[in-house]
C-alpha cells in the first residue's frame, strides 16, 4: 500500500477567489493566485494531484502553532506563558491583550480552507471525465465537509459560494462574498458530502493514512451532534449571520443527537482496520504513530525534507512545519547542578534533545494549576496523566558530549547521567524548601525535599515559566545515532487530528441529550470502555520503565452512576489535552464562560511562587472568532459592506 507522505509533492492547488493564503504575521497575503481551469482535472493524474493536495493541506492547519493556539489557549487547558506575544496573550481573554479581527490567529484556518475547499469543488465537478472512481471523488467530498465544519464551528456562517455558485469550482478572481447561515452551510454543504463519502469511501484507505468510512462516520456524527447543540442553544448564545434556528429539513435538535448517536455507534460496531490501542501510553508513544486508533493525520517524515514539508535540522516556526509542541515546551535548558559538592562550578543537567520527553522550548502556553490538581487529581489508577505529560526531567548530558560521572544537584546529593534532575509531583507536599537567592533553587525556582536528590516543584507552584511539556505531542528521531539529534527541527511525527476513541464519546454525549440508547451503549458504557482504558498501564513516563498494572476495574467502579455534559467534558480533556479539541469542545456545549471563566497559575518570574487567580472575560460574542482582517481589506465591498461581513463584538 501506498504512504500517503510519499504522494504529497506540495504543489496545491489555490482558489483565485477572495480566500487568500495566510502568512506567520498574522496579516494576510492579498495577491490572488494564479488560477486552474477544469481541464487540469480532465486527467487521473490531475485529479490525483489535487487529492494529495488536499492531504497536504492539513499541514497549513495541524502541527501549525498560532492555529493550535487559537484552539487552546483561553480554555481550562492553556493560558499564556512566560514568553507569550500578542497572539497568545490576545486568546486567553484575561486582561492581557485583545482578541481582535487582525489577532485572531483563526486566521490560519480561513486562508488554508477555502483554497482547498475549491480543489476539492473542481475535483468533484471534473473528475468523472478523468475516468477515476468515486472513491478518490469521495475523497474530496470529504474534505470539502471537513474544512466547510471547521469553518461553521469558527466563524458562524460562511459562503458557500466562491465567485461561481455554491459550491462550484472557481477560476476567476471574485472580490465580493455573501455569508450563508449556519444552517445552509451544514444542509447543504457539510451532511451530503460527508453522507456519500460515508457510501463511496472504503473501508481500508487507499493509501496509508487515506481517508475511510470509518473517519466519514466520525465527522458526520460529529457534525450532528454540533448542529444538534446549535439548534437547541441552551444558553442562548447569538449565531452570525442572523437566522432562526430552525432546520431547512425540519428536523428538530432530538433528531440530529439521535442521528448523531445511532452513526457514531455504527462506527463502532464496524470499525474496519480501527480500534482502541490496549493502553493510553500507546495511543500517543512515538515509537507507535500511525496507529489503528489514529484515522487521520497531517503527515510528516524525517527520510526527506522534500516529502517533510520542511528542513530536517532548523524549524521554520512557520507551516507547513509541526512545531505546535514548541509552544507547549518551558526552558529547561536554564537549570543548574554542579560537578563539586562546594556547588561553586554550575552547569547544564540537561540538554536539548529531539526526544518525545523534551523538545524545544518556547514558553508560550503554559496549563493552569488547576489542569494537575483537578483534571488529573488521580494519577495512581489513571495513566492519562502520565501518557500526556512529562513530569521528570532526566539529566542527558552525555548526548551533549560532557564527560562528568556525576553531578551535585538537591541538598549536594549526587545525580548521573539519565537519572532525574527535576520532578513534578503528582500532589502538594508541605515539607517543601525553597530557597529567596537568585532564580532560587536550581536556577529555576524550584524546591527541594529532605533526602531526596532531585529539585521538585509541587503542583501549586505551577507558574508561566515553569510546568510540565506536553510529552504526547513531543518529537521522535530515529537518527539521533545516541546524541541530542535535531531539537530544533519542526517535529517529523504526524500530527493527530481524528481518533477511533472520540466515537465513544459522540455517542455518549448525544446519549446523555437524550438519545435512545443500545443494550450496552448508554452514556456509562460508552465512558466506561475510555475509563477502564485509561486504568491499563503499560510504561511509567515519569520512571522510565515498564508498568505492567489494570486498574481498569477501579477506573470504572468510580464512575458516576449518572453522566452529565460536564463529565464528559472532563473525561474529554483527559484523553485528548493539549490535542486542539478544548475550544470546540467549550464552544459547542455552549460552557465555555463556565468551564474557563476562571484559572490559577503562579508569575512568569523563576522564584514567582505564589498562586494567583485569573478571570477571563468570556462574552457570547466571542463564541464565534473574527472574520480575518486581511479577508476584509481584500474585498471590495463598501465600507458598510464589510461591517456587515464581520462577526458582531469584533
Known amino acids: 500500500m501506498k504512504n500517503i507522505i510519499s504522494k504529497i509533492k506540495w504543489v496545491v492547488l489555490t482558489t483565485t477567489a477572495l480566500f487568500l493564503a495566510t502568512s506567520c504575521s498574522s496579516v494576510l497575503d492579498e495577491q490572488p493566485r494564479t488560477g486552474f481551469d477544469p481541464s487540469f482535472f480532465s486527467t487521473k493524474q490531475g485529479v490525483e494531484g489535487g487529492v494529495t493536495s488536499l492531504y497536504a493541506h492539513l499541514r497549513y492547519i495541524y502541527g501549525q502553532a498560532y492555529y493550535y493556539n487559537s484552539c487552546l489557549t483561553g480554555t481550562d487547558e492553556y493560558t499564556y506563558g512566560q514568553s507569550a506575544d500578542g497572539n497568545f496573550k490576545d486568546a486567553d481573554l484575561s486582561g492581557a491583550g485583545t482578541l481582535d479581527a487582525t489577532s485572531s490567529r483563526s486566521d490560519a484556518l480561513w486562508g488554508t480552507a477555502f483554497p482547498n475547499i475549491n480543489t476539492a469543488s473542481g475535483i468533484i465537478e471534473n473528475a468523472e471525465s478523468a475516468g477515476v472512481g468515486s472513491d478518490l471523488v469521495a475523497e474530496a467530498r470529504f474534505f470539502r465537509a471537513f474544512d466547510y465544519f471547521l469553518l461553521v464551528q469558527t466563524f458562524g456562517g460562511v459562503p458557500l459560494d466562491l465567485g461561481a455558485g455554491e459550491l462550484k469550482f472557481n477560476t476567476s478572481t471574485s472580490r465580493t462574498s455573501v455569508r450563508n447561515t449556519v444552517p445552509e452551510v451544514y444542509t447543504k454543504g457539510i451532511f451530503p458530502d460527508l453522507k456519500q463519502a460515508i457510501t463511496d469511501l472504503p473501508e481500508t484507505g487507499r493509501v496509508t493514512g487515506g481517508v475511510t468510512k470509518t473517519v466519514a462516520r466520525l465527522y458526520l456524527s460529529k457534525a450532528y451532534l454540533t448542529y444538534a447543540w446549535w439548534l437547541e442553544n441552551p444558553n442562548n448564545i447569538p449565531t452570525y449571520p442572523e437566522t432562526a434556528r430552525t432546520d431547512p429539513d425540519g428536523h428538530d435538535a432530538a433528531w440530529y443527537f439521535q442521528q448523531a448517536y445511532d452513526i457514531a455507534t455504527e462506527a463502532i460496531a464496524n470499525p474496519g482496520p480501527f480500534g482502541l490501542q490496549k493502553s493510553f501510553y500507546l495511543v500517543n508513544q512515538a515509537e507507535n504513530d500511525r496507529n489503528n486508533e489514529i484515522l ?15 528542513s530536517l535540522t532548523y524549524g521554520s516556526g512557520g507551516a507547513p512545519d509541526n512545531f505546535a509542541g514548541w509552544m507547549v515546551g518551558w526552558n529547561y535548558e536554564t537549570m543548574r547542578s554542579y560537578t563539586d559538592n562546594a556547588q561553586k562550578n554550575a552547569v547544564k543537567p540537561i540538554w536539548r534533545e529531539a526526544s518525545q520527553a523534551l523538545g524545544r522550548p518556547w514558553t508560550r502556553m503554559a496549563p493552569p494549576v488547576d489542569v494537575f490538581l483537578k483534571t488529573f487529581a488521580d494519577k495512581t489508577n489513571d495513566s492519562r496523566c502520565d501518557g500526556t505529560f512529562n513530569m521528570a526531567y532526566r539529566a542527558n548530558w552525555g548526548k551533549g558530549g560532557q564527560t562528568w560521572d556525576k553531578v551535585y544537584n538537591a541538598n549536594n546529593l549526587v545525580v548521573k547521567d539519565g537519572e532525574v534532575i527535576l520532578t513534578f509531583l503528582n500532589e502538594d507536599n508541605p515539607n517543601v524548601k ?23 516543584i509541587n503542583p501549586s507552584a505551577i507558574s508561566r515559566v515553569k510546568f510540565p511539556s506536553l510529552w504526547k505531542l513531543g518529537p521522535y528521531r530515529t537518527d539521533n545515532n545516541g546524541g541530542l539529534g535535531q531539537p530544533n527541527a519542526g517535529s517529523t511525527r504526524p500530527f493527530p487530528v481524528a481518533k477511533f476513541s472520540e466515537l465513544y464519546f459522540i455517542a455518549a454525549e448525544a446519549a446523555v441529550k437524550g438519545a435512545t440508547t443500545t443494550a450496552g451503549k448508554t452514556a456509562r458504557d460508552l465512558i466506561n470502555v475510555i475509563r477502564g482504558r485509561a486504568g491499563v498501564w503499560s510504561w511509567d513516563n515519569a520512571a522510565n520503565s515498564p508498568k505492567v498494572q489494570d486498574n481498569s476495574e477501579a477506573m470504572k467502579s468510580t464512575t458516576p452512576a449518572t453522566i452529565d455534559i460536564k463529565y464528559i467534558l472532563a473525561e474529554r480533556s483527559r484523553e485528548y489535552f493539549g490535542e486542539g479539541y478544548r475550544w470546540f469542545d467549550l464552544v459547542r456545549t455552549q460552557t465555555w464562560a463556565n468551564i474557563a471563566g476562571e484559572y490559577r497559575i503562579c508569575g512568569s518570574g523563576w522564584n514567582d511562587h505564589e498562586l494567583k487567580t485569573y478571570t477571563r472575560q468570556i462574552l457570547p460574542t466571542h463564541y464565534l472568532r473574527p472574520i480575518p482582517q486581511g479577508q476584509l481589506d481584500g474585498m471590495e465591498m463598501t465600507e458598510a459592506e464589510k461591517d456587515a461581513y464581520q462577526n458582531p463584538g469584533y
Do not use: C, K, W
Request: glycine share 18%.
Open 296 to 310: 487521520l493525520y497531517a503527515d510528516h517524515t524525517e527520510d526527506s525534507e522534500l516529502y517533510n514539508g520542511g
Open 434 to 456: 525553597y530557597s529567596d537567592a537568585g532564580n532560587g533553587v536550581g536556577n529555576i525556582g524550584a524546591a527541594t525535599i529532605d533526602g531526596r536528590a532531585d529539585y521538585v
